[in-house]
């Protein structure tokens, strides 16, 4: 990867991320990092919500307090 040397700091605001369970239901996970809160939306596998909500309640513990916009 290259070094970034124009760029003064990267800040976190929302993230979307497409889901297919092991059925092919698509979905999409939506994560506010900012007010640390996240959205599943789709046709998802209540067993895949599951570890989805596990999934990401773990990437929001990762991602609370660091460089947020404001």
């Known amino acids: ?13 929302r993230a979307q ?19 640390n809160s996240y959205e599943i939306q789709g046709n998802i596998m209540e ?7 596990a999934f990401a309640e773990t990437i929001l513990k990762r991602k609370h307090g660091v460089n947020f916009v404001s």
Not at 1 to 13: I, P
Not at 17 to 35: A, F, H, Q
Not at 47 to 53: C, G, K, V
């Open 1 to 13: 990867m290259e070094k970034l040397t124009k760029l003064k700091s990267f800040m976190f605001d």
């Open 17 to 35: 991320y497409e889901i297919v369970d092991l059925e092919g239901n698509k979905g999409i996970l939506l994560v506010d990092y900012k007010n």
């Open 47 to 53: 067993i895949s919500r599951l570890e989805l909500d």
